[in-house]
């Protein structure tokens, strides 16, 4: 149940408007009111000018000071102490720092225009970073979980604050959004996030793990902003607190070796004391999730290495749920000019902290990017993942050339199995690769050297545009000298003029080829569990099979364009366990008849979803709408949006021939009846019908 809100006094309201009037801003009409994915007005007007800073130490339950900074909103230059939700970040990467010329860099600097619309903003230094005191053992282990445990019911108790606190982050960030759920915070009270859903499968995918890029150097915690009341009472030069807290971070456990001596998922780890990877994965906390109640809106990147869990969060979330995918790297949102992440903050936490209700909750539940696609169809919702009119289409590994690739063996991807009986390809490891594919990535040039260094296979030019959207699976058969090896594949756009371009990648090691069933679901994809007893090594000459998937993508490739798949032993990156030898041993990729390696790739077809038209429906007695609407048609839902409003039906039924798909619904309103009819002489047009108890819908195709 949300908190009630206390009421702001008539003195304050009195003091609001006159804010509003000398800022020369005013109560929106209801007619100008804006809430959809990116943009938002109308709703919540800033109300206040400004803001104050206020920085102190907060003891957590084991004694240790962490920095805590709070901005309470100001009213023509003074503090408003009324309260007001929190929105809180928890952060290793500094609350506040000076930089260059002695600029301050603020954690929330992203959203600090959110204290004009009546929030308070707060940020803490992590245990064992930046100006708080302590030593960090491990990253998101449960000592910081109970961290931000105890920051939000701090946030939650002080006179300010109303007593809701919501949470977001992004990577490490996220993941201190994820230790306060753990715990069950009662006053936690919605959160935004981009973190992983499994610690292990996001950082260790295949058995294959990345680290950090480099150690971190605890001096640099002194560029650390001190908290309030903090001096140079001994005058060496640093404020006395934060150079005693900073001293203490020297005692952190080095990250590189604690990631290189945990590389099973049931390692135990002797720093963290624990067994690390079960420890942090918000997968082994979903009774906690649904206990406390929180509702989450997730987002990730389709270039972020995180991108699966951020679907696979979306999929496990017991409680109210959005989500949106970008076409950015990791992080890539707060930057990304194809939508405007702060709208989307303001109009989530406006719902669950202030109880406005301007429909972000009654959209379709998933918002994603589509690289290439066709104008005005960049941005999609649905309400399904994966999408359940997407087709397996298979390419099999074959012998070239294509007459495309400078690589060691130039193959083709082909849509007829192989017929061969002893077809395979030849590959001594490269180890020298550098590109790196893990990262920050992003569309961009991949094949100077995978495609020099790497076995490559590639398709004939594409005769129409081909949506790929989904979890790519792979089946590969390979032998080596060597007991283990690590594959990296990538897939690459290729244009007419041979240009390659990263789209999308997935790795395993091949000693832990051995799929297990998840306690989550995984929608069906294969999970390798990774445990030490499941090495299996490669014996000389045989044949093996791999089977795993790739990371989720969504992604138009362009006619005349060619799809092209990588096989490398390496790539880039900050890999701490890739299995190399001295010399590089021999890789067969096999792709005979008994043993053809193959690609599955999830194509979507160019099916209508939105329909534009005309709208009659009773609301209730005496509430009627008349005039234009969008009706959204799913597998599992149907939508209306109407007059700045969405209402939805469930789908009972679907059915669908070649030229007409008709879906039985019901909902809040009563039953619903849609008709979806393909035009026979213009399959590119489709109109939709919509009939209910008092709900009439005639459209065409958007």
């Known amino acids: 149940m949300k908190k009630p809100k206390r009421i702001i006094s008539s003195l304050l309201m009195v003091a609001l408007a006159l804010g509003l009037l000398s800022l020369g801003l005013a109560p929106a009409d209801a007619d100008d009111k804006i809430s959809k994915p990116g943009e938002y007005s109308g709703y919540s007007e800033a109300v206040y000018d400004g803001y104050q800073r206020f920085s102190q130490y907060v003891e957590v339950r084991d004694g240790t ?68 005191y302590g030593t960090r053992k491990a990253t998101n282990n449960q000592t910081e979980a109970w961290d931000a445990h105890d920051l939000v019911q701090w946030l939650a108790e002080q006179s300010w604050s109303t007593g809701d606190v919501g949470m977001t982050g992004c990577s490490y960030v996220g993941g201190t959004v994820h230790e306060a759920i753990r715990t069950m915070p009662p006053n936690l009270k919605a959160v935004c996030f981009s973190a992983d859903f499994n610690a292990y499968d996001a950082k260790g995918q295949g058995g294959l793990l990345r680290g950090p890029s480099r150690e971190p150097n605890y001096l640099g915690d002194l560029i650390a902003v001190p908290v309030d009341g903090d001096t140079d009472e001994d005058g060496d030069g640093y404020a006395d607190m934060l150079y005693e807290a900073v001293m203490m971070h020297q005692y952190n456990p080095l990250q590189i070796p604690f990631v290189q001596g945990i590389p099973f998922r049931d390692s135990w780890s002797v720093d963290d004391e624990s067994i690390y990877w079960e420890m942090a994965s918000l997968s082994n906390y979903l009774e906690e999730v649904e206990m406390l109640g929180v509702p989450a809106y997730i987002y990730g990147g389709w270039y972020c290495f995180m991108r699966l869990d951020t679907i696979l969060t979306y999929t496990n979330w017991p409680n109210p749920k959005k989500v949106l995918i970008g076409p950015w790297p990791h992080c890539g949102n707060a930057s990304s000019p194809t939508i405007n992440w702060l709208n989307e903050l303001h109009r989530f936490f406006d719902y669950w902290l202030k109880d406005i209700d301007n429909g972000v909750m009654d959209e379709p539940p998933i918002y994603i990017a589509t690289e290439n696609a066709p104008e005005g169809e960049f941005w999609q919702f649905t309400a399904d993942w994966p999408i359940p009119s997407q087709k397996y289409m298979t390419y099999y590994l074959d012998a070239g050339p294509s007459g495309t690739a ?105 000693s832990m080829r051995q799929t297990y069933e998840p306690s989550f679901d995984n929608l069906g994809l294969p999970w390798h569990r990774c445990y030490e007893e499941d090495v299996q090594e490669l014996i000389p000459g045989e044949p093996t099979k791999l089977y795993f998937d790739l990371l989720p993508m969504s992604y138009v490739f362009k006619a005349g364009h060619r799809i092209r798949l990588v096989i490398t032993n390496k790539v880039g990156g900050w890999f701490v366990n890739i299995p190399m030898y001295d010399p590089p041993p021999e890789i067969n990729v096999y792709r005979d008849f008994k043993h053809a390696s193959y690609i599955k790739f999830p194509i979507v077809p160019d099916k209508a979803t939105v329909f534009t038209g005309d709208l009659k429906i009773k609301l209730s007695k005496g509430n009627y709408y008349k005039g234009p609407a969008e009706l959204y048609t799913f597998e599992s839902a149907v939508y209306l949006y109407f007059d700045n409003q969405w209402i939805n039906w469930t789908t009972l039924k679907h059915y669908e021939s070649r030229f007409m798909e008709h879906y039985k619904c019901g909902g809040e309103l009563g039953p619903l009846s849609v008709w979806v009819k393909t035009q026979k002489d213009d399959p590119a047009t489709a109109t939709a019908k919509a009939t209910g108890r008092g709900v009439y819908f005639k459209g065409q195709e958007k």
Do not use: C
Not at 82 to 108: Q, S, W
Not at 417 to 438: E, L, M, Q, V
Not at 439 to 460: C, H, N
């Open 65 to 132: 000071k962490l920095a805590m900074d709070y901005y309470l909103p100001t009213l023509n230059g003074e503090v408003v102490d009324t309260p007001h939700p929190v929105i809180f970040t928890f952060t290793p990467y500094g609350r506040a720092t000076y930089g260059t010329g002695g600029t301050m860099r603020l954690a929330v600097s992203s959203f600090m225009s959110l204290v004009y619309h009546g929030y308070v903003l707060a940020a803490a230094d992590a245990r064992g970073t930046y100006a708080s």
């Open 406 to 510: 400078p690589s060691v063996n130039d193959g083709v991807l082909s849509k007829e199995r192989p017929r061969d009986k002893n077809a395979k390809d030849d590959y001594t490891s490269d180890y020298t690769i550098t590109t790196n594919t893990d990262w920050y990535g992003g569309p961009r040039p991949t094949g100077a050297e995978l495609d020099v260094k790497g076995l490559t296979y590639t398709t004939d030019p594409l005769e129409a545009d081909t949506k790929i959207q989904g979890h790519s699976l792979v089946t590969l058969w390979v032998s080596s000298e060597a007991p283990d090896s690590g594959f990296f594949l990538t897939i690459e756009d290729v244009d007419e003029d041979g240009n390659a371009t990263y789209v999308g990648d997935g790795r395993l090691k091949a």
